[in-house]
């Protein structure tokens, strides 16, 4: 297997449309990458850069320690999976898994071996003989990856290979492709919109925005230590809650006033936050950060609001419970356990976890704490 590495990449679609700016990225040996970002962010570009798909307006990709950028896509020595499986409708299963080693001319006996070999590997040997019309979707997409299994590439890449498949199928699909990246000790290069797909599979997560790289790291690194507010929204679900509101000292202590509520900055905050005394700030907290009191019974008050609960979203072990701040001008989620299932319009006793909140700068939005 081999690196990949793309050094201040752009890709410029005419007239002057920017699809993908000044991309550094650097992808390990057998390292799982995942590019994730809203339609349109470019990710989907930039792996298509990689397969040689696209041409790269500016910038150099390398392949190990050779610069791809005027090499075929076929010499490329990589394997991409498709979202609509690209499976040849007339041939068999197996016929469409041998057809690229067919074209590099290789032996009847290593094209047996190698798709017997994949077909083993994806549980899809009792459909060898069958066309792609007799096939489900995750049985298709099973023989997309068998095809790019069988042949051996240095690198592999997944364009939103899951987009098509229902919800049951996706969670099934997802686990088989981490399974596969454990087996074959893989490169392997990731595109997906799902922040989902991205934190269970990704060993490390390229967050794309407008074409620009917003933050690369492991999946927990996004998660605690988000370096904007676009990075913390979109990872994580439901997303993180977002309200508007003063930096205020009080009597010595720091407090986020949203006008109709105070909480209580820890004291580990207080030398990032000190200096926005009196500004107005982005205050960022999870659903999953915020409690009912009544299971928190010895809650500091200053860490408590009082909320009223608008909608309620069941969903078996834990309930989304979407509410409105007193003073109307913000609304946000809250992720309590199964059996806390309060009334509508219910005002409810609630809990901040303020050791885990996040503090954002209005104008930049970039992370203050």
């Keep these: 297997m081999a690196q990949v590495s793309l050094k201040n990449v752009s890709k410029i679609f005419p007239p002057n449309i920017v699809a993908v700016k000044d991309v550094n990225l650097g992808v390990e040996n057998k390292e799982f990458l995942v590019l994730v970002g809203p339609s349109g962010c470019g990710k989907s570009t930039t792996l298509r850069m990689v397969a040689g798909l696209e041409q790269a307006t500016q910038g150099e990709i390398y392949i190990g320690d050779k610069m791809v950028n005027d090499v075929p896509a076929k010499d490329r020595n990589i394997a991409m999976v498709f979202q609509n499986y690209a499976l040849y409708p007339h041939m ?59 042949r051996k590439p240095l690198v592999f890449l997944f364009d939103e290979p899951l987009s098509n498949l229902d919800a049951k199928f996706r969670v099934q699909m997802r686990a088989e492709i981490s399974k596969l990246h454990i087996r074959l000790q893989a490169t392997m290069i990731y595109v997906t919109h799902d922040q989902i797909e991205a934190m269970t599979m990704g060993d490390r997560i390229v967050v794309m925005k407008e074409g620009i790289i917003q933050q690369i790291a492991d999946p927990i690194g996004l998660y605690d230590f988000p370096v904007n ?23 010595g202590k720091f407090f986020f006033d949203e006008s109709s509520f105070q909480v209580k900055i820890v004291d580990e905050m207080v030398t990032k936050i000190s200096h926005c005394e009196n500004k107005e700030v ?8 915020i409690y009912d009191k009544l299971f928190v019974q010895d809650a500091p008050p200053e860490n408590c609001i009082v909320a009223t609960c608008e909608i309620i979203e069941p969903l078996g072990s834990e309930v989304y419970l979407h509410l409105t701040s007193p003073s109307k001008k913000h609304t946000f989620i809250a992720k309590v356990g199964g059996h806390d299932k309060p009334r509508i319009n219910q005002d409810l006793n609630l809990v901040f976890d303020m050791s885990k909140v996040h503090f954002f700068d209005r104008t930049t939005e970039k992370t203050i704490v």
């Excluded at 507010?229 to 009597?251: H, L």
């Design 92 to 150: 068999t299963v197996y016929e469409n898994m041998a057809f690229g080693l067919k074209l590099r001319k290789y032996t009847k006996a290593e094209i047996k071996k190698r798709v017997l070999d994949a077909a083993g590997i994806l549980g899809i040997k009792d459909l060898l003989e069958r066309k792609p019309r007799e096939l489900s979707g995750g049985q298709r997409q099973r023989v997309a990856v068998g095809r790019a299994i069988v």
């Design 282 to 289: 982005t205050f960022g907290i999870r659903p999953e950060d």
């Design 229 to 251: 507010k676009f990075v913390a929204g979109f990872i994580g679900s439901p997303p993180m809650n977002f309200i508007n509101g003063v930096i205020k000292k009080i009597d």
